[in-house]
């Protein structure tokens, strides 16, 4: 990798931290309505998973969105602004948190319902398969979705039918409040994919650039045409499920644990460390994320609301 590279993963890190910080303060503020999925601490994943894609390959995932649309390239101004139900949002402010979406960057959206954008995602695929293309489709789940049955449906169609979809688990230890080992019977949730003949493997997910690298080798295989794989990303979220979770289920010193490898840390003493970057370098990049985050937020409160006729915008779609 170029250094340019390097600082442009580290920059996409902080800005996400940096966005999902003021939504936080936005919400307490009661300038956010409904559910607020933070992605802090999960920063690692999906950009070391996205940078190894190519632009012909779909990102779809699940409700905790805000992360995964900064790197698919909506811009900061765009997600702030949907967070707040803004006309300037990426989904004209009517999809809000868990809804950010732009297929014209080949990122097919964040979905609201537990495990349903599985069967969607192997749609995509199916429709790539048919047209000879080359692109795989990049599916996005936590590891709660993994004990439903739309994970199980997905993923043997899959298989049935050689479909060119990276099913990808986000294994941030919990499905809502509860731990993994209490929900499901494999202590690795890759373990689930053996079932139906998907070569698995398992990476960790505070480490961006073996996030990178795995992501390259999963990708290239299903390209390749040898059909689906699934990853495991093990990481953990900082803050709680949504923002009304008062995380009874998990005890302090477990999340210090984790927050002591923090992503956008190990990242930053690696720069260092491989004189890759030097810390007043990565402290010009922090300062570029950070105002990048204060004109998103100044951006989003001074754009308008969608005016009530919108309601009925981009319901149905004409076709010949």
């Known amino acids: 990798m170029k250094k340019e590279e390097h600082l ?15 939504a936080a303060q936005l919400y307490q503020q009661g300038k956010i309505g409904g559910f607020l999925h933070l992605y802090i601490g999960q920063e690692a994943v999906s950009t070391g998973l996205i940078s190894a894609r190519q632009p ?26 949907e967070l707040l139900g803004k006309v300037t949002g990426s989904s004209k402010g009517k999809g809000g948190s868990m809804h950010m979406a732009d297929v ?40 709660g979705a993994t004990n439903i049955g739309y994970f199980h449906e997905a ?5 049935v039918w050689n479909l060119p979809v990276l099913w990808v688990c986000e294994n941030n230890q919990y499905g809502m409040g509860t731990a993994v080992e209490r929900a499901s019977a494999v202590s690795e949730i890759r373990q689930k994919a053996e079932g139906y003949s998907i070569p698995s493997s398992r990476v960790d997910g505070m480490d961006v650039l073996a996030v990178r690298k795995a992501s390259e080798e999963a990708i290239a295989y299903v390209r390749s045409g040898k059909g689906p794989y699934f990853l ?3 990481t953990y979220r900082f803050r709680g499920h949504s923002m009304g979770d008062p995380e009874r289920y998990r005890k302090a010193e477990e999340v210090r644990q984790w927050q002591e ?26 300062q570029r ?12 409160e001074s754009s308008p609301e969608p005016p009530a006729e919108m309601l009925f915008q981009h319901i149905y779609v004409d076709a010949d």
Request: aromatic letters at 8%; glycine letters at 8%; proline letters at 2%.
């Open 155 to 159: 993923l043997n169609l899959s298989k």
């Open 289 to 300: 994320a950070n105002e990048t985050t204060l004109d998103a937020v100044q951006f989003a």
């Open 232 to 234: 495991e990303i093990v």
């Open 104 to 143: 014209n960057k080949n990122f097919w959206g964040g979905h609201a319902i537990v495990g349903a954008h599985l069967p969607i995602a192997a749609g995509l695929a199916l429709g790539d398969q048919y047209q000879k293309n080359d692109g795989v489709t990049i599916c996005m789940f936590g590891d």
């Open 56 to 81: 012909q390959d779909r990102v779809i995932t699940a409700y905790r969105d805000h992360g995964v649309a900064i790197n698919c390239g909506l811009s900061a101004r765009e997600v702030v602004a």
């Open 8 to 22: 442009e993963l580290y920059y996409q890190m902080v800005l996400i931290r940096l966005v999902e910080e003021q």
């Open 261 to 286: 490898n923090d992503p956008i840390g190990i990242y930053r003493r690696y720069l260092v460390d491989h004189a890759i970057a030097t810390e007043s370098e990565l402290n010009e990049v922090d």
